[in-house]
């Protein structure tokens, strides 16, 4: 790269990465495949439009890529209508929105403090300018189960035009058919963000909404789906001609979300993106992954289980899918950020996150969020995840000695070296 100082931060967070343990559950290493297409010569090229129906000539091969994408994506995911072009999962919840909503409508999605998403409604939102959100629960945060009476009994008072499944920091599984169940008794399009937990559904590891009859699904294609950083709408019906604006009934629903992605809410696709995200998709599809989606839960679980034993708050108790969400607070009388900082300094990255509830300030809240998507991709298993936590007992633990910080750093560095990023076999 003849741009040294770019070069020079590029090999900076290459030995960052090789060094340290990503365990921030919403990223991921990509295979060397998806990292050659998203630097193709695909990023040369504008395609507005649609396969088949494109605003610019010499369509010749992003028409075939991009229908190798969705097709993919269907049969992954038993849809009948995948949009591939959004740029994120962020732009891909706010499509559904415009196509389905009015300015003052409402929607019904999970509480941003019991594990929901900024999308799905918070107040600093632009989308909570626009339209109405309340929100549902957990029950009981031992346990995690929601409070679907309540759910019910809130949906039937506010007449939600959306029924929003989906979460960013809740450790346990949705139990679709109740949220058929309730969108059916207030007639709402049933939607689920699935970003999170795509490649665990993917897998075959978790329950996939489309089984329990949802009209809408969004997802990131990166986290657990081991793709580019980028969004997704998929649909239970199949679309119509995107050109020509169809009633706004569900069946028509996926002709409306495309033609809110486009040239409603953005312009050309990243076509290298969407070659990225076919190849990361056809990863996807192989016996392999399975294994992968399966050793995900399985180091969650064996984590989350050393971690308990240890003295450490969970969330719900526990995990059944790929995160966990602590109260270091409750635990050890720190918050949030003091854990993110002083596990940052031995190589483990973690984020810190708000609690059910909780009665510290967003950036200093109670409690991290971790999980184990990438160290799972660099071949980790559960032996490991013992040792993991017994690194962050320790840091923790002695948070103010620099020493003992010191060698935990360079055990960590050790440790990792072992295991090569995906980009490097």
Not at 104 to 123: F, I, Y
Not at 176 to 200: C, N, P, Q, T, W
Not at 248 to 261: F, H, Q, S
């Amino acid at each position: 790269m003849r741009d040294k100082k770019v070069h020079q931060l590029i090999v900076a967070e290459t030995k960052r990465q090789r060094e340290g343990m990503e365990l921030i559950p919403s990223e991921n290493y990509v295979s060397r495949d998806v990292l050659t297409a998203l630097g193709s010569v695909f990023t040369n090229k504008y395609s507005e439009g649609y396969p088949g129906k494109r605003y610019y000539g010499g369509q010749d091969f992003t028409d075939p890529l991009e229908q190798l994408a969705i097709d993919r994506a269907k049969q992954i995911f038993g849809c009948k209508h995948a949009n591939v072009q959004p740029h994120s999962g962020a732009p891909a919840n706010i499509a559904v929105y415009h196509a389905w909503l009015e300015p003052g409508d409402t929607v019904l999605g999970m509480d941003l403090s019991h594990g929901g998403h900024l999308t799905h409604g918070h107040p600093v939102t632009t989308m909570a300018k626009l339209y109405r959100f309340v929100r549902y629960g957990m029950k009981d945060i031992e346990t995690g189960e929601i409070d679907y009476d309540k759910m019910l009994e809130v949906a039937k008072k506010e007449k939600p035009k959306i029924i929003l499944a989906g979460f960013s920091a809740y450790p346990r599984e949705l139990d679709y058919s109740k949220f058929r169940e309730i969108a059916d008794a207030v007639d709402a399009v049933l939607m689920a963000d699935i970003a999170h937990i795509a490649g665990l559904i993917a897998g075959g590891i978790l329950k996939n909404p489309f089984e329990f009859g949802f009209d809408v699904v969004t997802t990131t294609t990166h986290k657990t789906l081991r793709g580019p950083r980028g969004g997704m709408i998929m649909s239970s019906a199949a679309a119509g001609n995107p050109l020509k604006k169809p009633q706004k009934t569900k069946d028509n629903l996926a002709t409306l979300i495309d033609r809110e992605v486009f040239p409603g809410f953005q312009g050309g696709p990243h076509m290298n993106n969407v070659a990225a995200k076919a190849v990361a998709l056809g990863e996807a599809m192989t016996p392999e992954f399975r294994v992968y989606a399966k050793q995900v839960v399985d180091n969650a679980k064996c984590l989350a289980d050393e971690l308990m034993k240890k003295g450490f708050k969970l969330i719900t108790n526990g995990t059944d899918n790929h995160l966990m969400l602590i109260d270091v607070n409750k635990s050890f009388g720190i918050n949030g950020k003091q854990a993110e900082e002083v596990l940052d300094k031995i190589g483990l990255t973690v984020n810190k996150n708000a609690i059910p509830d909780d009665t510290l300030p967003p950036f200093s809240p109670s409690g991290i969020r971790l999980g184990t998507p990438a160290v799972t991709t660099r071949g980790m298993k559960e032996k490991e995840m013992v040792q993991v936590a017994e690194w962050i007992h320790k840091a923790v633990l002695n948070r103010n000695d620099e020493s003992v910080i010191k060698t935990l750093s360079e055990e960590v560095k050790q440790f990792c070296v072992n295991y090569p990023l995906p980009s490097d076999q």
